[in-house]
């Protein structure tokens, strides 16, 4: 089982800018693609950007609108999420997740998640 642990959430102003990681450890022989979710209290998980690992394809979605940007680190088995000109409704909990299948899911394996709060 690929076991994945995010990191850099908190708080931010609006305009600002955070850079989120995931590690990855444990069965990424396995692991196709990674993705970055979010859910806001009361609304739906979302994917907001995937990678796949050997070729570096990514997926964003539509809203992201240029904001967000997706990476990987091959040596240190990680992704990154740059988010930039944040505003409150980016407030929520952000999820690394792990495919075994394709880019846009099924995604297999999640991490904890990390809060991101964005004030006005």
């Known amino acids: 089982q690929v076991q994945l642990e995010e990191s850099g959430g908190g708080l931010v102003q609006a305009g600002g800018s955070l850079k989120l990681s995931c590690a990855a450890t444990r069965r990424t022989y396995n692991t196709y693609s990674l993705g970055w979710f979010r859910q806001a209290l009361g609304k739906e998980r979302e994917l907001i950007a995937a990678?796949?690992?050997?070729?570096?394809?990514?997926y964003y979605a539509d809203w992201v609108k240029g904001r967000f940007t997706i990476s990987r680190d091959i040596i240190k088995n990680t992704i990154h999420l740059q988010m930039n000109s944040l505003n409150p409704e980016d407030t929520a909990v952000y999820y690394c997740a792990a495919s075994h299948s394709s880019l846009v899911g099924p995604y297999d394996y999640w991490g904890q998640g990390t809060q991101v709060t964005v004030s006005s």
């Open positions: 990678i796949v690992w050997s070729g570096g394809s990514t």
